[in-house]
């Protein structure tokens, strides 16, 4: 008897142990299709609306359209305060106009980069990786109903970020980055918010007449497949792969280096370059909303590096780096 009971209650705990096991398998692909639903809406979904960004005590407003059909893919974001300003990216470029200064910056860069509302840009396996994914309850957002999603990190170098998602679309309607006390650091919201916005010429084209006799500022940079001179202690920057290496060339030859690692929400983007008058930031970091910058000097060289995390992790990233070559 003692023998059955003691084979009984192994045979329910063995039972228990994988009903825990296929709970958490089955729960890993939701979450995984939230992150890609998430992902895939900024990507895909033609909309239309106005939402306010705030970095620490600035709040600006502006207009974001957004239009997606067979042949092209249109995004337009115009300030609606401050400097103005409006950024067309089209075909892998992005073009910024500057009517105060009467320029325009264009970028050929093609590098994906996360901002409102495409707030995740790599993999759901990359950001699982890095984050861990907590649905939340429902609130309304401009207007549509929203639920909330956490992702809070595994590790140390980055920023909890709360999301809201609209919930018949998928598209991120409001998002936070937090600090360790749940401060919010920067935050941006959709106030209004339309789906069937008017594709039209005008979608592509710059509202500022007279643009076209602009001077225009080549920033672009052009992918190279070498590997980088730089090196960092990987510990440092825990989950952040190296998702792009660029150079930029102008008359006399190479210009600048641009090193882009991500965790698949977060970026961190390193510039190398050569030493100039102006006064460097120093490896002291310095923060603007969730954006912290810094630099440090090697010899002819200077490193410059901007990265969506803290302060402290970001200047213990540029305090490890080490460059032995010339630009």
């Known amino acids: 008897m003692r023998c059955r009971a003691a084979l009984s209650r192994i045979a329910a705990v063995s039972l228990s142990a994988l009903a825990f096991s296929s709970a958490h398998v089955q729960s890993e692909p939701p979450v ?41 893919s249109v995004t337009k974001l115009q300030t609606l305060e401050g400097n103005r300003q409006e950024v067309i990216k089209q075909s892998g470029e992005i073009r910024i106009y500057m009517p105060d200064q009467q320029r325009v910056k ?75 006390e749940g401060r919010t650091v920067e935050q941006a919201a959709f106030t209004a918010l339309n789906f069937s916005p008017k594709p039209g010429p005008a979608s592509s084209q710059p509202s500022y007449p007279g643009a076209k006799d602009w001077t225009v500022y080549n920033a672009s940079f052009q992918p190279t497949a070498s590997a980088p001179a730089l090196k960092f202690k990987p510990e440092v920057l825990r989950g952040f792969e190296l998702v792009g290496s660029y150079e930029r060339h102008g008359s006399a030859g190479l210009e600048m280096r641009r090193y882009v690692y991500s965790d698949g929400v977060a970026a961190v983007t390193v510039f190398v370059g050569p030493k100039t008058k102006d006064s460097p930031l120093g490896d002291k970091a310095h923060r603007t909303g969730a954006v912290s910058m810094a630099s440090r000097e090697f010899q002819d060289v200077r490193v410059t590096v901007f990265g969506d995390v803290p302060p402290e992790a970001l200047r213990q990233f540029v305090q490890s780096i080490e460059w032995k070559t010339n630009l």
């Open 32 to 72: 995984m299709s939230l992150l890609e639903r998430m992902r895939t809406a900024a990507q895909s979904l033609s909309f239309t609306g106005t939402f306010v960004h705030q970095q620490d005590a600035v709040l600006q407003s502006s207009r974001i359209t957004q239009t997606r059909d067979a042949r092209q």
């Open 106 to 180: 264009v970028d050929q860069t093609g590098q994906p980069r996360s901002a409102f509302p495409a707030v995740i840009v790599g993999s759901p396996a990359a950001v699982l990786a890095n984050y861990e994914v907590i649905p939340g309850g429902s609130m309304r957002v401009a207007d549509v109903e929203a639920q909330e999603v956490l992702l809070k990190p595994r590790f140390e170098a980055r920023w909890p970020v709360r999301l809201w998602m609209d919930k018949r679309t998928g598209l991120i309607v409001k998002c936070q980055k937090l600090d360790r």
